[in-house]
C-alpha cells in the first residue's frame, strides 16, 4: 500500500469573492499534493467554504437573499475559480452541508455531556466584523484595531467552552512538538501568546440577533459561533460517514492572519478535548502585498485573479504566485513583475525550448524524434542527463521551499537553451556529414523537453499536458511522477505534432492591478 498525505486548507469565507489572497493558498495546496501523487503517494485534498455567521447573514439581507441563497451564489463563485485554476481537491466542503452540521451538533453534545461547556451571562465588547468577543486588551493605544470593525459594548447570555483549562498542556504540546507549526517563528509567536491568560470560548450566538448557524442541540435558541463550527469541518468531511478514517491531516495550510487564535489556541484544544489526534502540522504562508501596501477591500487595492487568468492562462497565475513567495514570508504584487516573470521565465525560457526543439525535429526530421546512440554523446549532451536537477527539485519541494525549487529548475531550463546555442541544429543540418551528431542533439533536445513536463506538472499542470500531448504521449496517473524525470530513449522513433506557442507574446497596457 502506498504511503498516504491527506491535506486540508483553511475554508473560505463566502461573504465576499475570490481574491488573489484565497488564490494562492489553494494553488500551494494543489502544488503539494500534485507533488506527492509525483511520488506515487495516496492523496486526499480537502478544502472548501465557510458560510454561517453574521457576516454572511448581513450580507444576504444587503443583497435580498435569504442566507443559504446568498451561499449558493458566493460558493459558486470559488468553486468555478478553483476549476479554472485547475485544482485537483477530492472534495470541496461547504459547512452548510447536513452531514457537517450533524457532526457539529454531536461533538457539542459530547463536550456539554463532559462538563466541558457552561452557561453564563456575558457582558463585553463585540466586534461584527471579527465576529467574536473582544477585550481592551486587544485595543492599540486605546483604540480598537481596523481589524475589528466597529467594536459595541454588549450584554447577553451565551455558552462556553472551557477553553482556559487546557492552556497549560496546548503550551506543553506546541513545546514538545518542534514540527507541529511551519515556519518555526510561527510557533514562537503562538508561544508567546500562551504566555497570557486565553480565558474560556464563547461557543454561541442568541438566534434573537443571529439566526444563520447550526442550532445547539442541548439550547435550540442558540446558534454555534461560526469559528467553531468551521474549525470542525476539517475533521468532519474527512469521510462521510466515518468522520475520523482518514484523520489526522498531515498538513493543514492556513495563513497567519488566522493562525492566533483560531486554529493554534481554539483548534487544538477543541481536538483534545473531544479525543482526536491534533494534525501533525499548521503550516502558515504570509499575505500578498500590492505595491508594497496590504491588500484592503476598503482600500480598492484586493486583486481579481480572473482576469490574470483570462488573458495568460491559468498556469501563468500559478506559476507567479509559487516563484514569487517565500513559503511563509510576504509578498509583492504588481502586474510588472507579473509580465516579467510570463515573458521571460514562461515565454522565452520554458515557451522557446519546447517550440524550437519540436519545430527543428518537424523541420530536419520530418517530425520524428532520431534515434540516440550512447556512445554518440558527448559531455555537452551528459550535462543534460544529470540527474541533479531532480534531485534538487525534490529536495527543495519536500523542505516546503517551492521557489527554490523552481530557481532550480528554471537554472536547468537555461542550461537546455544554452544547449541549443552551444549545439547550433541549423548549422548541422546545413552539413550532410553531421547528420549523426544532429540527431544526437534534436533526441537529447526532445527528451530535455519531456523531462522538464515532468518536472514542471505539478505547478504548471496545463502546460504538461500540453507539452505530453505534442509529445504524442499519453497522460495518466503515472505521467508525470518523478520517476519519469530520469533521462532516457523514451521517445526513439515517435512522431511529435507541430508545436503551438505555450505561453504567446501578449501585448498589455502599462497599467497598474485588475482590481476586485
Not at 347 to 367: A, H, K, T
Given at each position: 500500500?502506498?504511503?498516504?498525505?491527506?491535506l486540508?486548507?483553511?475554508?473560505?469565507?463566502?461573504?465576499?469573492?475570490?481574491?488573489?489572497?484565497?488564490?494562492?493558498?489553494?494553488?500551494?495546496?494543489?502544488?503539494?499534493?500534485?507533488?506527492?501523487?509525483?511520488?506515487?503517494?495516496?492523496?486526499?485534498?480537502?478544502?472548501?467554504?465557510?458560510?454561517?455567521?453574521?457576516?454572511?447573514?448581513?450580507s444576504?439581507?444587503?443583497?435580498?437573499l435569504?442566507?443559504?441563497?446568498?451561499?449558493?451564489?458566493?460558493?459558486?463563485?470559488?468553486?468555478?475559480?478553483?476549476?479554472?485554476?485547475?485544482?485537483?481537491?477530492?472534495?470541496?466542503?461547504?459547512?452548510?452541508?447536513?452531514?457537517?452540521?450533524?457532526y457539529?451538533?454531536?461533538?457539542?453534545?459530547?463536550?456539554?455531556?463532559?462538563?466541558?461547556?457552561?452557561?453564563?451571562e456575558?457582558?463585553?465588547?463585540?466586534?461584527?466584523?471579527?465576529?467574536?468577543?473582544?477585550?481592551?486588551?486587544d485595543?492599540?493605544?486605546?483604540?480598537?484595531?481596523?481589524?475589528?470593525?466597529?467594536?459595541?459594548?454588549?450584554?447577553?447570555?451565551?455558552?462556553?467552552?472551557?477553553?482556559?483549562?487546557?492552556?497549560?498542556?496546548?503550551?506543553?504540546?506546541?513545546?514538545?512538538?518542534?514540527?507541529?507549526?511551519f515556519?518555526?517563528?510561527?510557533?514562537?509567536?503562538?508561544?508567546?501568546?500562551?504566555?497570557?491568560?486565553?480565558?474560556?470560548?464563547?461557543?454561541?450566538?442568541?438566534?434573537?440577533?443571529?439566526?444563520?448557524?447550526?442550532p445547539?442541540?442541548?439550547a435550540?435558541?442558540?446558534?454555534?459561533?461560526?469559528?467553531f463550527?468551521?474549525?470542525?469541518?476539517?475533521?468532519?468531511?474527512?469521510?462521510?460517514?466515518?468522520?475520523?478514517?482518514k484523520?489526522?491531516?498531515?498538513?493543514?495550510?492556513?495563513g497567519?492572519?488566522?493562525?492566533?487564535?483560531?486554529?493554534?489556541?481554539?483548534?487544538?484544544?477543541?481536538?483534545?478535548?473531544l479525543?482526536?489526534?491534533?494534525?501533525k502540522?499548521?503550516?502558515?504562508?504570509?499575505?500578498?502585498?500590492?505595491?508594497?501596501?496590504?491588500?484592503?477591500?476598503?482600500?480598492?487595492?484586493?486583486v481579481?485573479?480572473?482576469?490574470?487568468?483570462?488573458?495568460?492562462?491559468?498556469?501563468?497565475?500559478?506559476?507567479?504566485?509559487?516563484?514569487?513567495?517565500?513559503?511563509?514570508?510576504?509578498?509583492?504584487f504588481?502586474?510588472?513583475?507579473?509580465?516579467?516573470?510570463?515573458?521571460?521565465?514562461?515565454?522565452?525560457?520554458?515557451?522557446?525550448?519546447?517550440?524550437r526543439?519540436?519545430?527543428?525535429?518537424?523541420r530536419?526530421?520530418?517530425?520524428?524524434?532520431?534515434?540516440?546512440?550512447?556512445?554518440?554523446?558527448?559531455?555537452?549532451?551528459?550535462?543534460?542527463?544529470?540527474?541533479?536537477?531532480?534531485?534538487?527539485?525534490?529536495?527543495?519541494?519536500e523542505?516546503?521551499?517551492?521557489?527554490?525549487?523552481?530557481?532550480?529548475?528554471?537554472?536547468?531550463l537555461?542550461?537546455?537553451?544554452?544547449?541549443?546555442?552551444?549545439?547550433?541544429p541549423?548549422?548541422?543540418?546545413?552539413?550532410?556529414?553531421l547528420?549523426?551528431?544532429?540527431?544526437?542533439?534534436?533526441?537529447?533536445?526532445?527528451?530535455?523537453?519531456?523531462?522538464?513536463?515532468?518536472l514542471?506538472a505539478?505547478v504548471?499542470?496545463?502546460?504538461?499536458?500540453?507539452i505530453?500531448?505534442?509529445?504524442?504521449?499519453?497522460?495518466?496517473?503515472?505521467?508525470?511522477?518523478?520517476?519519469?524525470?530520469?533521462?532516457?530513449?523514451?521517445?526513439?522513433?515517435?512522431?511529435?505534432?507541430?508545436?503551438?506557442?505555450?505561453?504567446?507574446?501578449i501585448e498589455?497596457?502599462k497599467?497598474?492591478?485588475?482590481?476586485?
Amino acid at each position: 500500500m502506498s504511503q498516504r498525505f491527506f491535506l486540508t486548507t483553511a475554508i473560505d469565507y463566502v461573504n465576499g469573492r475570490p481574491h488573489l489572497g484565497h488564490a494562492y493558498e489553494k494553488i500551494l495546496a494543489d502544488v503539494m499534493v500534485r507533488h506527492r501523487r509525483s511520488l506515487g503517494e495516496e492523496v486526499f485534498f480537502l478544502t472548501g467554504v465557510d458560510e454561517h455567521g453574521q457576516k454572511v447573514q448581513q450580507s444576504a439581507q444587503k443583497a435580498g437573499l435569504t442566507s443559504q441563497e446568498f451561499c449558493d451564489q458566493t460558493s459558486a463563485l470559488f468553486r468555478d475559480l478553483w476549476a479554472r485554476l485547475g485544482l485537483s481537491n477530492d472534495r470541496f466542503v461547504r459547512t452548510t452541508d447536513q452531514p457537517h452540521k450533524d457532526y457539529v451538533r454531536a461533538c457539542l453534545q459530547k463536550l456539554y455531556d463532559k462538563g466541558e461547556i457552561y452557561f453564563k451571562e456575558h457582558e463585553g465588547f463585540y466586534s461584527a466584523r471579527a465576529e467574536q468577543f473582544v477585550t481592551e486588551k486587544d485595543q492599540v493605544d486605546g483604540v480598537w484595531p481596523e481589524i475589528y470593525g466597529e467594536v459595541v459594548k454588549t450584554k447577553e447570555p451565551n455558552y462556553f467552552f472551557k477553553l482556559a483549562a487546557y492552556q497549560d498542556w496546548l503550551r506543553q504540546y506546541v513545546t514538545d512538538h518542534p514540527e507541529f507549526i511551519f515556519p518555526s517563528f510561527r510557533r514562537n509567536e503562538v508561544l508567546a501568546a500562551l504566555e497570557n491568560p486565553i480565558g474560556d470560548l464563547c461557543i454561541s450566538r442568541p438566534k434573537s440577533r443571529l439566526e444563520w448557524g447550526i442550532p445547539l442541540p442541548f439550547a435550540e435558541d442558540f446558534v454555534t459561533y461560526v469559528w467553531f463550527d468551521a474549525l470542525i469541518n476539517y475533521v468532519s468531511f474527512a469521510d462521510p460517514g466515518l468522520p475520523t478514517d482518514k484523520w489526522p491531516a498531515d498538513v493543514h495550510l492556513i495563513g497567519k492572519d488566522i493562525l492566533i487564535p483560531a486554529h493554534a489556541v481554539y483548534w487544538p484544544i477543541m481536538l483534545k478535548a473531544l479525543g482526536l489526534e491534533q494534525p501533525k502540522q499548521l503550516v502558515v504562508h504570509g499575505w500578498w502585498m500590492n505595491r508594497g501596501a496590504k491588500m484592503s477591500k476598503s482600500v480598492g487595492n484586493v486583486v481579481d485573479p480572473e482576469p490574470y487568468i483570462e488573458t495568460f492562462g491559468p498556469d501563468a497565475l500559478r506559476y507567479f504566485v509559487m516563484r514569487e513567495m517565500s513559503l511563509g514570508q510576504d509578498a509583492d504584487f504588481t502586474d510588472e513583475k507579473f509580465i516579467q516573470r510570463y515573458q521571460s521565465d514562461l515565454g522565452n525560457d520554458l515557451g522557446n525550448l519546447v517550440q524550437r526543439s519540436l519545430s527543428m525535429i518537424g523541420r530536419y526530421r520530418e517530425g520524428s524524434v532520431p534515434a540516440r546512440p550512447a556512445e554518440a554523446l558527448t559531455d555537452l549532451d551528459r550535462e543534460l542527463e544529470s540527474d541533479e536537477p531532480t534531485t534538487l527539485f525534490r529536495e527543495a519541494m519536500e523542505s516546503k521551499q517551492i521557489h527554490i525549487a523552481l530557481q532550480h529548475l528554471w537554472a536547468y531550463l537555461q542550461k537546455a537553451n544554452q544547449y541549443v546555442e552551444q549545439s547550433a541544429p541549423w548549422k548541422l543540418a546545413k552539413d550532410p556529414a553531421l547528420a549523426p551528431r544532429l540527431d544526437v542533439v534534436l533526441a537529447t533536445l526532445a527528451e530535455t523537453v519531456r523531462r522538464v513536463a515532468v518536472l514542471t506538472a505539478s505547478v504548471l499542470p496545463h502546460t504538461s499536458e500540453k507539452i505530453y500531448a505534442v509529445l504524442n504521449l499519453p497522460v495518466t496517473a503515472e505521467s508525470f511522477r518523478l520517476t519519469e524525470a530520469a533521462f532516457g530513449n523514451r521517445l526513439e522513433g515517435k512522431p511529435v505534432q507541430p508545436p503551438t506557442p505555450l505561453f504567446p507574446r501578449i501585448e498589455v497596457e502599462k497599467e497598474e492591478g485588475k482590481k476586485a
